[in-house]
């Protein structure tokens, strides 16, 4: 073989050798990207239900098997001032719903409000509650938490909200990401990781949103989790 032929031949091994390499480091990316917890093409990010971790949102994305449709049961929301904030566009997107928020409120807060939602008969048999009350830290947030999980019937079904801002918040937003291992009926909206990932959403207090886009990412937020929420059986 001549020297030019030799050439020719090691050339075109390399090109197809570099080929080769291309389209495995391709795959490699893709796949990478599928299974990252940041991999925004799932739309489902920090949303846990039973038996899944709030960092891997793409498992808490699966729709079950359809018996299940938040849609047809009542929303009762208690929350502060964040979910007073977002009150509007909380509203556009969750029709069926009653928003009970004010600033300053704290978990234990919560729990009157809903025994007094219970006491009264206002809260229905089928509702789904949120509770967006991690803000506020007390040295019982845990515990009252604990309380609320306690009070939620057979039939109903409980979204928990992480808090964002503050060192002090971490225990309770840890407490509550063990919830949904506990209890089927229990979903948590990861607040505190969502907007982790958007920073520039939030004001100069590092806890409240700066303006409507903030306002959007929370309602999103509540609907993702709603769309993987189940019942007490």
């Given at each position: 073989?001549?020297?030019?032929?030799?050439?020719?031949?090691?050339?075109?091994?390399?090109?197809?050798?570099?080929?080769?390499?291309?389209a495995?480091?391709?795959?490699s990316?893709?796949?990478?990207?599928?299974?990252?917890?940041?991999?925004?093409?799932?739309?489902r990010?920090?949303?846990?239900g039973?038996?899944e971790?709030?960092?891997q949102?793409?498992?808490?994305a699966?729709?079950g098997?359809?018996s299940?449709?938040?849609?047809?049961h009542p929303?009762?929301i208690?929350g502060?001032?964040?979910?007073?904030?977002?009150?509007?566009?909380?509203?556009?997107?969750?029709e069926n719903?009653?928003?009970d928020?004010?600033?300053?409120r704290?978990?234990?807060?919560?729990?009157?409000?809903?025994?007094?939602w219970?006491?009264s008969?206002?809260?229905?048999?089928?509702?789904?509650?949120?509770?967006?009350?991690?803000?506020?830290?007390t040295?019982s947030?845990?515990k009252?938490?604990?309380?609320i999980v306690?009070?939620?019937?057979?039939g109903q079904?409980?979204i928990?909200?992480?808090?964002h801002?503050?060192?002090?918040?971490?225990?309770?937003n840890?407490f509550?990401?063990t919830?949904?291992?506990l209890?089927?009926?229990?979903t948590?909206?990861?607040?505190?990781?969502?907007?982790a990932?958007?920073?520039?959403l939030?004001?100069?207090d590092?806890?409240?949103?700066?303006?409507?886009?903030g306002?959007?990412?929370?309602?999103?937020?509540i609907?993702?989790?709603l769309e993987v929420s189940?019942?007490r059986?």
């Amino acid at each position: 073989m001549s020297r030019k032929k030799t050439k020719a031949v090691e050339a075109t091994r390399i090109l197809l050798i570099a080929a080769i390499f291309v389209a495995v480091l391709g795959v490699s990316i893709v796949v990478q990207l599928s299974l990252s917890p940041n991999f925004q093409g799932f739309g489902r990010d920090n949303v846990s239900g039973p038996g899944e971790n709030t960092q891997q949102g793409e498992d808490a994305a699966e729709e079950g098997d359809g018996s299940f449709n938040w849609k047809k049961h009542p929303v009762f929301i208690i929350g502060d001032s964040l979910t007073y904030g977002a009150r509007h566009e909380i509203a556009k997107v969750v029709e069926n719903s009653t928003i009970d928020s004010k600033e300053g409120r704290n978990m234990a807060t919560g729990v009157q409000i809903l025994k007094d939602w219970i006491d009264s008969g206002l809260l229905a048999e089928d509702a789904i509650v949120i509770i967006c009350l991690a803000n506020n830290i007390t040295d019982s947030t845990s515990k009252d938490a604990q309380t609320i999980v306690d009070m939620i019937e057979p039939g109903q079904s409980l979204i928990m909200m992480t808090g964002h801002g503050l060192a002090s918040m971490e225990p309770a937003n840890e407490f509550i990401r063990t919830l949904p291992n506990l209890y089927a009926f229990v979903t948590v909206a990861d607040w505190d990781l969502t907007i982790a990932q958007s920073p520039s959403l939030l004001s100069g207090d590092g806890i409240h949103v700066a303006g409507s886009q903030g306002n959007v990412l929370y309602a999103d937020l509540i609907v993702r989790a709603l769309e993987v929420s189940k019942p007490r059986p």
